[in-house]
């Protein structure tokens, strides 16, 4: 079994910067990916950014190209989200979820672990 856990969300102004920890625990991740999903009120759950444990390979929303980073430590088990330049749009509960695959894939169905959620506000 897998558990992770979120940190790190807040209130935040337009322009500004926040990061989101993911801190797993239970098993290893060699052979696994790990992203980011985020739900704002009344809309569906939507992928964020990924990222392929071993490989480092990531990818990205449309929405958040260029102003979000994903990344993982190995040795501390914990992933990462570093947003910048948040929106009001930006303004969701955010997610982190695992699956027992290297492909990144975009679909939250194909996820089998997931985090409690953790909220991030962007006020304008």
């Known amino acids: 079994q897998v558990q992770l856990v979120e940190s790190g969300g807040g209130l935040v102004q337009a322009g500004d910067s926040l990061r989101l920890s993911c801190a797993a625990s239970?098993?290893?991740?060699?052979?696994?990916?790990i992203a980011w999903f985020r739900q704002a009120p009344g809309k569906e759950r939507d992928f964020v950014a990924g990222i392929g444990w071993s490989s480092g390979s990531t990818y990205y929303g449309d929405s958040v190209k260029g102003r979000f980073t994903i990344s993982r430590d190995s040795a501390k088990n914990t992933m990462y989200l570093q947003m910048n330049s948040l929106k009001p749009e930006d303004t969701a509960v955010y997610y982190c979820?695992?699956?027992?695959?290297?492909?990144?894939?975009?679909?939250?169905?194909?996820?089998?672990?997931w985090g409690q959620g953790t909220q991030v506000t962007v006020s304008s």
């Open positions: 979820a695992a699956r027992r695959s290297r492909a990144i894939v975009v679909a939250q169905r194909l996820y089998d672990y």
């Open positions: 239970g098993r290893t991740f060699s052979s696994a990916s």
